[in-house]
């Protein structure tokens, strides 16, 4: 499902990543856990071709994304990826609704399919009376929800969660958790998380730990 080879990256003199070889298989939920600064973020990043590494391979569904120009990247990332930040990042002038269907329009999706996409996830997750809320007149976990419709319109093989559940409260916290697991079940996607969270972590099929840029065995 996603194969990286040789990962490595740098911001000037200081080497983030050194050399990470990891595998990971359709339907895993994977966690990335370690301390600050240790190249979780950056590996995501790369991962979700937001960065490119300085050298190694990343590949995906056996594409090798790390040879793709820009412009096929941005196709691909918004076909086979869907993001989830930890501060949900909607924008405050369109409604829950209008949020999750950006990705679909981005792909070229039709109004009325995109909207026929959004209705569907909304309802898998809950959400389909604050479809007209804009963000501001949503609680905190139902912003996060959003953003996680968002990542699922366009039926992605594969979601990036960075920090995700950060921002919330534990009952809030509780429910992305367990909607992620569920999620899986019923769509199949695959997840990688960054997490310090260790409650997360323990309930991932897999803990991927980083200490200073390397894969800790």
């Known amino acids: 499902m996603i194969q990286l080879t040789g990962i490595t990256k740098s911001f000037g003199s200081l080497q983030v990543l050194k050399g990470i070889d990891l595998n990971i298989d359709k339907g895993e939920v994977i966690s990335i856990v370690g301390p600050s600064g240790a190249g979780k973020t950056t590996l995501l990043q790369i991962m979700g071709t937001l960065d490119k590494a ?18 096929e990247l941005s196709a691909f990332r918004n076909k086979h990826i869907g993001f989830v930040f930890q501060f949900h990042q909607l924008l405050p002038e369109f409604t829950a609704l209008e949020n999750i269907m950006i990705p679909a329009f981005i792909g070229g999706t039709s109004t009325k399919e995109a909207t026929k996409r959004a209705n569907i996830v909304l309802d898998f997750l809950g959400l389909t009376e604050r479809a007209s809320h804009k963000p501001n007149e949503l609680s905190g976990g139902e912003k996060q929800r959003v953003a996680v419709a968002r990542a699922l319109i366009n039926n992605p093989s594969v979601i990036l969660a960075d920090e995700p559940s950060g921002s919330l409260d534990t009952h809030n916290k509780e429910e992305l958790h367990r909607l992620f697991f569920d999620l899986r079940d019923q769509f199949g996607q695959t997840f990688v998380i960054v997490t310090h969270d260790e409650g997360l972590a323990q309930l991932t099929d897999r803990t991927i730990h980083i200490v200073d840029g390397m894969i800790k065995q």
């Open 54 to 71: 300085d050298s190694g391979a990343v590949c995906m569904n056996g594409t090798d994304v790390s040879r793709m120009k820009e412009k």
